[in-house]
């Protein structure tokens, strides 16, 4: 069964410094890997996906991760946190072999606050 | 920038209750699908919807629920007889198609008393 685990519920960090959410996942097949940023009293909105192709994954607002097969990881990243930035990060697989990619199981998520 | 939205914001209902949450997807997606968030939990699939039939459901997903697109526009979600349980953000989305990401409205936050 497809799964993903975000193993952080919290993740603190200083304006300017790098950023890293942990995200880790079971899959049977080739994964399609999702993040996904809540702001309060907002929709989850999409930030990038992994799909095939190069591991590293560029998406909006800066954010990028890195898929890693070995380590089952999809870590989303931020060279440089903005205060702005601190919301709740969701990690996301797709469902089951062949569904669309709106059908997805979502790890538990993690707050990120960055701090000036 | 085109969004998915979502009427209304917050919804207060009795148990036993039938409930509709109303959907407006983006114009031009073909994809569409409920979600729920129990509070402090994790947000979890209910149905995606495509070509006017339920393409997949889960486990949540009962005889209590089901889906209409009643017109080109909006997309439901109705409970036929709301429990307690049933008290949740329900999100709403849509995309172009299967082979793109979704994208989620704000969410109604449903309450049963």
């Known amino acids: 069964a497809q799964s993903v685990a975000q193993p952080e519920d919290q993740v603190n960090v200083a304006e300017g410094n790098p950023l890293t959410v942990k995200c880790t996942y079971s899959?049977?097949?080739?994964?399609?890997l999702f993040w996904y940023v809540q702001y309060p009293n907002r929709g989850l909105q999409f930030l990038l996906k992994?799909?095939?192709?190069?591991?590293l994954v560029k998406g909006s607002y800066g954010f990028e991760a890195e898929f890693n097969k070995s380590q089952t990881s999809f870590h989303l990243k931020k060279p440089s946190a903005l205060v702005s930035d601190s919301a709740l990060y969701f990690c996301?697989?797709?469902?089951?072999?062949?569904?669309?990619?709106?059908?997805?199981?979502f790890g538990k998520g993690t707050k990120l606050s960055v701090k000036p | 920038e085109p969004e998915v939205t979502q009427t209304p914001s917050h919804q207060v209902t009795q148990m036993g209750q039938e409930v509709i949450l109303r959907c407006v997807p983006i114009s031009n997606h073909l994809y569409f699908y409920w979600y729920r968030q129990i509070l402090g939990q994790k947000v979890e699939f209910l149905v995606s919807f495509y070509n006017n039939e339920i393409s997949e459901k889960s486990e949540i997903f009962d005889d209590q629920f089901s889906v209409e697109r009643p017109d080109g526009s909006n997309f439901t979600l109705k409970i036929r007889s709301t429990k307690l349980e049933d008290s949740a953000m329900y999100f709403c989305a849509s995309s172009v198609g299967g082979l793109t990401e979704a994208f989620f409205g704000q969410g109604t936050r449903l309450t049963v008393v």
């Open positions: 996301a697989v797709r469902r089951g072999y062949g569904g669309s990619q709106g059908n997805l199981i």
């Open positions: 992994y799909i095939t192709g190069d591991n």
């Open positions: 899959v049977s097949g080739n994964p399609y």
